[in-house]
């Protein structure tokens, strides 16, 4: 082969190469220009699950429900009524402020915790779809926490008094009332969580505990899906793990963990503000009463405002320096409370007139633990008084216990219906 040959197949082997480099550059270059769009696109539907939420008034994020609308109607807006996992997510806010000075006539020895959350709304169900509901299910969408009061080594109120086999035994009766409450809700559509279904003994802290984790991991879940992390919240689970598990209400004991009687710390705080975006979660507890004086007769409500755990709190450090405690928590549901015991109460005596109750007042402000420690709509019933023959009679008749818990749970669809 001459050397003119071999030049002219270098240049064949030349231009071929040309045309392989210039085609595989071409093909890259317009493959990427394709797939711009799409991921810019996938891009966008990511974030906007978080950018296209509704807000408040403050900017504050709230979760949307299939019903959200401001006129109570489905929303048409969207086809997808569940939200998807945030593609950039933030850890979650979290705002102290400082408490404000009190006012001289409050004295000085506990401020209280500004009304305003510490963390975004993130949950806000809409209350109005269950307006007038009636037919199948109504209650659907709705949370009720019942807790049988006492158990195990602890029997509660008894009959006779002071004896070491009483005939009748508080801790018996009110979970046999509260199944049955169970039952008739449940028939409602609602979603209940007994807080014990057996004989078991269960700390007032433990109670406490178990209610604010169901809510909380529940809280903890839907916050990757507008945007943030739970990492803020996150350290509080293992105190209510360990309150569960020393199973105490001695407070050297640890069963207490950062519930402090006097004021609420910062973590405490923290929950409160997470309990309080759960207004279609109430709860119940069950109990019946006993007193010496075995005339005494008839149901009683416990509840509990802001203003009077605060009185109470505040009148045992009054005149201690407001540093040595944490401030007291302000934002308790007052009005849905009250609101909650009177119902209870008109729908069990509407039954059940003979379980008027003849002393003074038959709804009752009280700053008891389990109302304190938790920012829930919440209620203590003590049904009866099992030393009183009146009231024993209907409530250890199955027909009376029917009635009751018939009574809380008419009242529970009253408080979301009308």
């Known amino acids: 082969m001459n050397n003119r040959s071999i030049k002219l197949l270098i240049s064949i082997f030349m231009v071929i190469a040309l045309l392989i480099v210039t085609a595989s550059f071409y093909t ?39 019903h959200d609308s401001e006129n109570g109607e489905d929303s048409q807006e969207t086809e997808h009524t569940e939200p998807t996992t945030a593609l950039h997510q933030v850890q979650l806010p979290v705002s102290m402020y400082d408490p404000p000075p009190e006012m001289p006539d409050i004295g ?21 779809v269950y307006r007038n509901v009636t037919g199948e299910n109504p209650l659907e969408g709705i949370t009720i926490i019942l807790d049988p009061g006492h158990g195990g080594q602890d029997g509660g109120a008894q009959y006779p008094i002071g004896v070491a ?13 509260s199944l049955l409450i169970r039952d008739y809700l449940e028939e409602m559509g609602a979603t209940v969580h ?11 802290y433990a109670r406490i505990a178990l209610t604010s984790q169901y809510l909380l991991d529940d ?17 509080i689970r293992p105190q209510l793990e360990e309150m569960i598990e020393i199973n105490s209400d001695f407070a050297s004991s640890g069963g207490r963990g950062p519930m402090l009687g006097i004021g609420t710390n910062e973590d405490m705080r923290l929950l409160m503000d997470v309990l309080a975006q759960y207004p279609d979660v109430l709860f119940i507890s069950v109990h019946c009463n006993a007193l010496e004086d075995l005339s005494v007769g008839g149901l009683q409500v416990f509840y509990q405002t802001g203003e009077h755990a605060y009185q109470q709190e505040h009148s045992s450090v009054m005149y201690q320096d407001p540093d040595n405690n944490p401030p007291a928590y302000s934002m308790y549901p007052d009005e849905d409370r009250l609101r909650l015991a009177q119902l209870v109460r008109d729908h069990i005596l509407e039954k059940i007139p003979e379980l008027k109750f003849r002393g003074e007042s038959d709804l009752l402000e009280a700053n008891f633990a389990l109302l304190r420690e938790m920012n829930m709509t919440s209620i203590l019933l003590e049904m009866g008084f099992i030393t009183n023959e009146r009231d024993r009679g209907i409530i250890m008749s199955r027909q009376g216990q029917e009635k009751i818990a018939r009574g809380v749970a008419d009242a529970v669809y009253a408080y979301y219906t009308s």
């Open 108 to 128: 000085t020895g506990l401020k209280r915790w500004p009304e305003v959350l510490s963390i975004p709304v993130v949950r806000k169900p809409d209350l109005d």
């Open 219 to 235: 809280f903890m879940s839907l916050l990757p899906y507008h945007g943030y992390k739970p990492d803020a919240l996150a350290h």
């Open 165 to 177: 086999s009483p005939d009748y035994v508080e801790k018996e009766i009110v979970l046999e009332v």
């Open 28 to 66: 890259r270059y317009t493959s990427g220009q394709d797939d711009s769009p799409d991921q810019t696109a996938g891009q966008t539907q990511q974030n906007s699950s978080v950018q296209g939420q509704n807000k408040d008034d403050d900017g504050q994020v709230i979760m949307s429900k299939p």
């Open 194 to 204: 007994m807080l014990r279904e057996e004989d078991i003994w269960l700390s007032i």
